[in-house]
């Protein structure tokens, strides 16, 4: 079957860096996406990784390992507005998404 | 302003009633799809459309009907609600024209649905 695992929450500290994983297992694979979802509002598209390695976009980074079925988003010096759910999908050999269930990740002052 | 535009923005709805979401984009986007999303679980799409013409079903279809008349519009019909589809809807959209990056998916703001 197809599944997406990751964290249900996450607490970090304003300033610190936080590393969510998620790990997949879908029918084929075309890319990994992470998404950020404040309460209340729509997912917005953060990542795309379909080769192994290390994305950088800014404070956020996205790892991806195909042989490990394994990711990660990195998010670097904290924000208070970095209080949201971030969302791991992998893309199936039908071009659909499969969704994990999202990690809440709560930054403290 | 270009992007997807939902509505209604919440509503309330006695079960057996007909319900049609509406979805708009204005970005010439091939591909538009339809997702619920529940506490402690991940979006679970309903219908989808690779292109104007063709619709599919999605892991949970049923008490769910979509058409694709033209290419930017994508409506979610409940033909008689029951409480069980009480849920916060999320319309998307991708370019799926194929080729790197065109299948990111562009989210909708969401319809809040409560069914008594």
């Known amino acids: 079957g197809q599944n997406i695992d990751q964290p249900t929450e996450m607490t970090a500290t304003e300033g610190a860096i936080v590393q969510i994983n998620c790990t997949y297992q879908t029918s084929g694979f075309n890319g990994l996406f992470w998404y950020q979802q404040h309460a209340g509002e729509a997912p917005t598209f953060l990542s795309y990784?379909?080769l192994d390695g290390l994305e950088e976009k800014g404070r956020f980074s996205s790892f991806l390992s195909r042989s490990k079925g394994y990711s990660y988003l990195l998010l670097k010096e904290l924000q208070m507005k970095d209080s949201a759910s971030y969302l791991c999908?992998?893309?199936?050999?039908?071009?659909?998404?499969?969704w994990g269930a999202g990690t809440k990740l709560i930054i403290k002052p | 302003i270009a992007g997807i535009t939902q509505a209604p923005t919440s509503q309330i709805l006695a079960a057996g009633r007909r319900m049609t979401l509406r979805c708009t984009q204005d970005?010439?986007?091939?591909?538009m799809y339809w997702y619920r999303q529940d506490l402690g679980l991940g979006l679970r799409l309903i219908h989808y459309s690779n292109t104007a013409g063709t619709t599919g079903k999605g892991e949970v279809p049923d008490g769910y009907s979509v058409s694709r008349a033209n290419t930017d519009d994508f409506p979610l019909t409940l033909a008689s609600a029951v409480p069980s589809q009480t849920s916060v809807y999320f319309c998307?959209?991708?370019?799926?024209?194929?080729?790197?990056?065109?299948?990111?998916?562009?989210f909708g703001p969401g319809t809040r649905l409560t069914v008594l």
């Open positions: 970005m010439r986007h091939n591909a």
């Open positions: 990784n379909v």
């Open positions: 999908a992998s893309m199936d050999s039908n071009y659909q998404l499969i």
């Open positions: 998307a959209s991708s370019d799926g024209a194929g080729g790197p990056g065109t299948d990111t998916q562009y």
